[in-house]
């Protein structure tokens, strides 16, 4: 069964680009994960999502959305983001999932 794990920031932009690259992982190694991004106004309606990692400019939101959501939400690492490596943020995905 394909999980999913979805990339939230302010407006959704830079977390497709990071997206695309997380995508080339997952073809490359045959993987059996969904990514999506969403911008903030999408991370309420959220449904059917198996993990939700944070852009650093939403670290703010972390614990509300742990409360309100019942699947495992992180932070993506500063580093991670603005260098935009797909293959760390996919790993911290697939941690969070067990």
Do not use: W
Request: proline fraction near 2%; charged fraction near 25%.
């Amino acid at each position: 069964m394909t999980k999913t794990i979805i990339l939230a920031c302010v407006g959704g932009l830079t977390t497709s680009m990071l997206v695309e690259r997380i995508h080339e992982v997952i073809y490359r190694d045959k993987l059996n994960y969904s990514f999506y991004s969403v911008g903030i106004t999408g991370v309420d309606n959220l449904k059917n999502v198996d993990v939700l990692l944070l852009s650093p400019q939403l670290a703010y939101l972390e614990e509300k959305a742990k409360a309100n959501l019942d699947i495992p939400v992180a932070v993506i690492s500063d580093e991670d983001f603005e260098n935009m490596r797909g293959e760390e943020v996919l790993k911290q995905g697939i941690e969070l999932l067990g």
